[in-house]
């Protein structure tokens, strides 16, 4: 895997090493650069590794933290069971749910109201690719 472009229509993340990683983030900069906001889809196979993915891409990318929806019913971390979490910057918040016959891996939704050619989908990635 070297591209995004190879990355869409897996379902789980490829393992890539540190020369594929630095490729794929020097292609994700600007594409993120071109949009104004974002939503994230984890899955994982916890709810804290989903969290700690997470809390990785909000570090490594500048985002505000978001908050788990009041809504939400995340599920124990000692709680067997892959999850998917979604997570919007529009609304500030992100929900959790325990979901089976997931792959795994980081996808990134990009939005540009005033851009609309730059709006696009990328990845999976592996979940510690932000850490």
């Excluded at 983030?25 to 969290?51: H, K, V």
């Excluded at 985002?63 to 998917?84: K, N």
Aim: some cysteine.
């Amino acid at each position: 895997m070297a591209s995004l472009q190879e990355l869409r229509g897996l379902r789980t993340a490829p393992e890539l090493d540190g020369d594929q990683r630095g490729q794929l983030m020097l292609e994700l900069e600007p594409r993120l650069a071109g949009c104004a906001w974002f939503t994230i889809g984890i899955m994982a196979p916890s709810s804290a590794g989903a969290i700690t993915a997470l809390r990785a891409t909000e570090a490594r990318l500048h985002w505000s933290a978001l908050e788990a929806s009041p809504a939400a019913e995340i599920p124990s971390p000692q709680g067997a069971g892959p999850v998917f979490l979604k997570g919007n910057q529009s609304t500030g918040q992100f929900s959790l749910r325990q979901e089976d016959g997931l792959g795994t891996g980081i996808l990134i939704t990009g939005h540009a109201p005033a851009n609309p050619d730059a709006e696009d989908t990328w990845g999976p990635l592996p979940l510690d690719f932000f850490s």
